[in-house]
């Protein structure tokens, strides 16, 4: 690969080398560099040269000619693309340097592939919406109008309702400069737009939307918060007027799970046959795996079990048969889960054992562990939990195991298994895994404290251990949603005040110690909707105002939008913890 030097330069080094004869090597090598140079004695070859030159052309960094040979510009390249990279600053070729440049290549132009990806998929979206006259004045000419800085935000702080603070965030998000920030913040603005009915606001807000494929997003959740509302008609409404067929099925199957969870069942069993019948037509395989399944989950835990089988086996026909062999894991894994969301656990077990790949058996393994928690059948559940591989995974089932034991009776073999449980959960190696992982155990003793008929001193004993538990998780975020969780737990059990309010004390310290002031205000937004949901109205309006306290100290823009919207959203929830309202009803309730 290398040749020697001239000799005029070997017999150069060579004389150095006999003046200085006790020259240490450290210093030879830290002897001023040369512009090129490999090694002291040696030169790159013309290919490695000029593989350098080309390389670092591609990436903008070197003007010069494409020759192979050694010149200033190419050094000062070289030198550039070090600093950069924050490598040694050497000017040198060698095989390190080459080897690091070729990744860089290879990012670079995986990294442009994608850039070309989103730029069509930009322009297949935006040729798809103004192909489509329900959607054509969606697309509008790339200007935002600027927000209006003299406003004045501290009457809605004080007083706030929906719109005011769907008004605000609006403003705020117009004045970050960011294209893709500004569009973020928009489509959670307009969500909760679109839950809280103010559907006008929300097709404007998506008009400010320049990112052609966020505004399909933008319809799918307009979709969706109306399916959340119980609004069927509106809901499908709003999905059949998106132009784009992928994202449009997408949007119907939001509709029917959202339903579904909501318990609108017999509105999410007209969405979800509508969904199984056009995921009948799908060509692309995939796909027509991806919503059959999804179809039939809806389909059964709407009551319609026969279709739901039918949607299924369509699913599974696809995947036998149509499936490209590389995409047949995945589409294997997507039936199994579904085969267990359905309750059919042994045929979900043949499939578990034809899946190979750790990562894809792993997902089917933990669906049929929860069939078979479902079905009571726990010790099949526990052989399926030891053979999942990844601690961080495995924890979760056995936490849902030792729940289910408990409230089976079996309280020697809950303590064990969540023994067992808290000790894979020690083993996970990396730190937000384990923390997660402990935070979910947390919560399985806090279910298993609040089973009823048991005696006071178990009660309290294991409260004592979920919050000494939670305390050590290091993540503040999820230790203080593990403790107010706890708090809440704690007083629906019925246990003495100065208990849950010691836990909730502790929570509100984690979640003082988030370094992230929007964390902190999702974290007291997520606590207010977890109290308002459990029924404890005034526990649920105190931590929002603590939200609303967090979020005065905003002043970025993007931060301060999304902000607003989440704290719309946990308004709705507490004025309509179970099924949303109009703007107008909350702005009348809210005090």
Request: aromatic share 4%.
């Amino acid at each position: 690969m290398y040749r020697t030097r001239p000799i005029i330069g070997a017999a150069i080094l060579a004389g150095l080398a006999l003046a200085a004869p006790t020259l240490p090597a450290q210093a030879a090598r830290e002897a001023p560099d040369r512009p090129g140079l490999g090694s002291e004695f040696e030169a790159p070859d013309i290919a490695a040269v000029r593989k350098v030159q080309t390389a670092l052309a591609t990436l903008g960094l070197y003007a010069g000619f494409i020759d192979g040979k050694l010149n200033q510009k190419l050094t000062s390249a070289i030198r550039l693309y070090q600093q950069q990279a924050g490598l040694k600053v050497t000017g040198r070729i060698t095989d390190a340097l080459q080897d690091h440049l070729d990744r860089s290549l290879r990012i670079s132009r995986l990294l442009r592939d994608l850039d070309d990806t989103r730029r069509k998929a930009m322009d297949d979206a935006r040729q798809a919406l103004m192909a489509h006259p329900a959607t054509r004045d969606l697309i509008e000419d790339g200007t935002v109008p600027p927000a209006e800085a003299a406003r004045d935000p501290a009457p809605c702080f004080d007083a706030p309702t929906v719109r005011c603070l769907l008004a605000e965030g609006f403003e705020s998000a117009k004045a970050v400069s960011k294209r893709d920030l500004r569009d973020w913040a928009m489509g959670e603005i307009l969500a909760a737009q679109a839950r809280a009915g103010l559907m006008t606001q929300a097709m404007e807000t998506t008009r400010r939307i320049q990112d052609p494929r966020l505004i399909m997003v933008a319809l799918r959740d307009i979709a969706q918060a109306q399916a959340r509302a119980g609004r069927e008609e509106d809901a499908l409404a709003a999905a059949e007027i998106i132009p784009e067929s992928r994202t449009q099925i997408e949007a119907l199957a939001a509709i029917a799970d959202t339903q579904a969870r909501h318990g609108y069942f017999k509105a999410a069993l007209n969405t979800a046959s509508l969904l199984y019948s056009m995921a009948r037509h799908i060509k692309a395989p995939t796909d027509q795996v991806t919503f059959a399944t999804r179809a039939a989950v809806t389909l059964y835990r709407a009551g319609d079990q026969d279709t739901a089988n039918a949607a299924l086996l369509l699913a599974r026909n696809t995947a036998m048969n149509k499936v490209p062999p590389s995409q047949k894991v995945a589409a294997w894994r997507q039936v199994a889960g579904a085969l267990a969301d359905l309750d059919r656990l042994d045929d979900a077990l043949v499939l578990v054992d034809s899946v190979n790949e750790r990562s894809d058996r792993a997902a089917v393994m933990i669906a049929a562990a929860q069939s078979a928690i479902r079905a009571a059948r726990l010790d099949k559940a526990m052989d399926l939990a030891h053979g999942i591989d990844a601690e961080r995974y495995r924890v979760l089932i056995l936490g849902e195991i030792a729940v289910a034991m408990a409230r089976a009776g079996d309280r020697p073999g809950a303590n064990a298994v969540i023994d067992e449980a808290f000790a894979d959960a020690e083993a996970v190696t990396l730190p937000f895994a384990r923390s997660y992982a402990i935070s979910r155990l947390v919560l399985a003793l806090s279910d298993m404290a609040r089973i009823k008929d048991q005696p006071s001193d178990v009660l309290a004993r294991r409260f004592v251990r979920a919050r000494d538990a939670a305390e050590g998780i290091n993540d503040p975020r999820l230790r203080g949603q593990a403790l107010f969780e706890i708090s809440s737990q704690q007083r629906r059990a019925g246990m003495a005040p100065e208990d849950s309010r010691a836990s909730e004390a502790r929570a509100i310290a984690a979640a003082d110690a988030i370094p992230s002031v929007i964390s902190r205000v999702w974290i007291h937004g997520d606590t207010a909707t977890l109290y308002a949901r459990s029924g404890e109205s005034d526990l649920a309006w105190t931590a929002f105002h603590r939200a609303m306290a967090e979020a005065r100290k905003i002043d970025n823009s993007w931060a301060r939008a999304r902000a607003m919207a989440k704290m719309a959203q946990t308004l709705i929830d507490l004025v309509t913890p179970k099924t949303a309202a109009t703007a107008d009803e909350m702005s009348k309730d809210s005090p």
